[in-house]
Nanobody, 124 residues
Framework: QVQLVESGGGLVQAGGSLRLSCAAS????????MGWFRQAPGKERDFIAT????????NYADSVKGRFTISRDNAKNTVYLQMNSLKPEDTAVYYC?????????????????WGQGTQVTVSS
């Protein structure tokens, strides 16, 4: 079993910043591709960012590219999402996910483990 726990969500004004964290169970974490997704009420869960095993390769959804940065600290078993220049349309529940054995992953069905989610609300 792999468990993921997100934290760092909250209420922020448009233009502000938040940093989300995802703490993972330790076993084989260094060989997991990691990702962040988000889901607004009544909508599909959308990919926003992924990072490779060693942290040298990343990929972002067009909607967040240039504003969000994904990073990881394998020694701490933690993945981060730095969110800058937040917009009301960024409001959603944000989930981290793990893809064991994959170098990098950009699709929902490539991920086997999911966190409980953390709410991000951006006010106008």
């Amino acid at each position: 079993q792999v468990q993921l726990v997100e934290s760092g969500g909250g209420l922020v004004q448009a233009g502000g910043s938040l940093r989300l964290s995802c703490a993972a169970s330790g076993r084989t974490f260094s060989t997991y591709a990691m990702g962040w997704f988000r889901q607004a009420p009544g909508k599909e869960r959308d990919f926003i960012a992924t990072i490779s095993w060693g942290g040298r390769n990343t990929n972002y959804a067009d909607s967040v590219k240039g504003r969000f940065t994904i990073s990881r600290d394998n020694a701490k078993n933690t993945v981060y999402l730095q969110m800058n220049s937040l917009k009301p349309e960024d409001t959603a529940v944000y989930y981290c996910a793990a893809s064991p054995g994959r170098f990098i992953a950009t699709m929902k069905d490539q991920y086997d483990y999911w966190g409980q989610g953390t709410q991000v609300t951006v006010s106008s």
